[in-house]
């Protein structure tokens, strides 16, 4: 089991690469409680490369539109996002959006078009435009190069987070330390398709939109989308990396040694963050690691794991620290992937121990007592062996709860 | 909204049709709770053409497998199913469910190749056939051609259900009244794909094992395939049916006025028997029906109605009694079907009143205490209007609560 202490990180998070800004502020879209933020800005001093992901989801909120028209004008400034109002499906979407891009760029003092925009919250409620647009100046004015502003940041975008996900690293790219810090947010809805709910990355490497886009996709790929909180794909998901080259290093435009250092990194950055968007799952007790081996392709590890990691039965059966494997059989039976069942091995470990409790498709007889410790543990893993090939993949998801119910019952009044 | 008081059923369950006796027992394989039947069986007092479907799940249980190979043996005359253990992924599976078909043909006095198996409880381990083998004497002396044999066999496949599903009823076909009765389980790891967890329709209908093998296919496609209680396919799903020609009427060998009126009668209780599924789905407040209308195909409004009922998010606010409307058009974005969601209505209903809450893809204010009081009802509609096209679908799901995690927490030990 991979844990955070495994990796390299040093504090920053989107203000860790040079030249970038950030701050958060409650400006009055969350109307209940008045400490929680709910703006956040983050701003580069010079022009950025920028690359993005979004939802695959056919619903797409209002901010979504208006980024993808922007980024599409060419070097960006800066992200503004606020959390508590979705901005999907609420009147007058695109025209707010746009509200807020330009709130910004006046602040800043650059174009529209060279701000992106998110939003986070409830679905189908018009945006309080007005609170964000009064609130845009003095949230200007904390903007800090320093840990505090992408904290900051990170915490503005939270809505039923109980952490801010929020990790940086530096790496040397061509004798020049490169920084790259990201911050994340979960925690409802969570069941990427080419990006996640929300994910600002920044970095001071050099690099070319083509490979900044290349890098972004393959990273995403095998973070992102690969955890699952409840199945439930939103309707916002974005995932976007600013580049301002401030650490001069050669700018990297082709896929040589530079590009792979780079990636390697940035793909340490948003796995610690989609990690840390599973493990703070809506509710979540249990942060479930799924790995399946011995897979005909990758691709079929990958959808064997994560219908493991979405099984509602799977879920609660973890949440219950009950070493139920059956339902682990059962979803990836019904996960459409063909597969040798009576070829399949199962074993429950974390930081307690490991323990095989289905060799060959059939159950052992095996210590309940020490499966019961081992599921106990915050961070369990299922390892799943197959007989079919040499490929395997790991996803990651989260139990359900008591709380998500709580939470998602009566989320919207 | 259709309620079970708007048809016309007889009592009398598997019994109501000719020559069918049934009862259930408690014979040992619930080892928690003496009082709970976990042996059921049905015997037809001549041969039967019978026809069933199975999960598609690639797990499947070893009844499955035996009771395949005896189906192509040809006629039939009982089926013996247990709950309490799924016997699947189990030591000795298919030679323990062969054994169940032995000891009952014994009783009976059939072969073991014309006695269909069924199982259902906890994945995984070893079926306790001694204790079937020793009750099935005692249980065959319990078979009873009444309303009661049929409710201790509907009680007997029963897990974590809370009420029986056992509908029957009457038609009139070529002259002869025919009847059609049969009993079902659910109520978790339900979502049918090719047949349900467990479900045995009797009649007394005569017809060819071709035609009844169509008949079952097209009731099972547009019922118990459009309900979802958890999302998880079992590894057990069997939905069998047997004919035993008794009410005398002209066999049914085409497609004819009485094979569509046979039809008719046996949608109706494969319909209530769904319906009765997803309503009792573990720990389940409301039974929610989505209807989804103005789709380009059938295929299209049955895909986007299951994505909404499947929804975790939108089974949390309809238990939360929440007008989350949001969720319901992110569920319908994420379905994988291509649509205008500028161009989606969507309204709540029950016996309360219905309520307009998202018009055109955006957001009305509604009235929200009225919406609550909707939502408050134990049945609730969610009606969908798109604009692709003339089609419609129904689909039935429940809500997600408290009741469940505590259920499936501790489900196996």
Redesign the interface.
Known sequence: MCKETDFNTISGGVCAAQGFRAAGLHVGVKTHNTSKKDLGLIVSDVPCTAAAMFT?????AAPIHVTKAHLAQGKVRAIIANSGN?N????QGEENAEKMCAAAAKAIGCTPEEVLVASTG?????LKVDVIENGVPELYGLLEHSAAGSDGAAHAIMTTDTVKKEFAGEVIIGGKEVHIGGIAKGS??I?P?MGTMLCFITTDCAISQEMLQEALQEVVHTTFNRISV??????NDTCCILANGMASNKEITEKNDNYVDFVMKLHEICYLLARSMAKDGEGAKHLITCTVRGAASEEQAETISKSVI????TK??I??C??????V???????G???D?EKVDVAFASDAGEILV?QQ???LSFD?DLAKKILTEDEVDIEITMAEGDESCTCWGCD???D??????????
């Open positions: 695959k989801n056919v619903v797409k979705a999907a499906c609420a009147p409830v679905i189908g409620q018009t409802g809805m069941h398709n409840d199945g439930d794909t939103s309707t979405s099984s509602t039965l609660a059966a949440f219950g009950d070493a139920n494997w059956g339902r059989l059962c979803a990836m039976g019904y996960s992937e063909k597969f069942p289905c498709g059939r159950g309940e359900i709860t008591y998500y119910i709580k939470i998602n019952g009566d989320y919207r009044t």
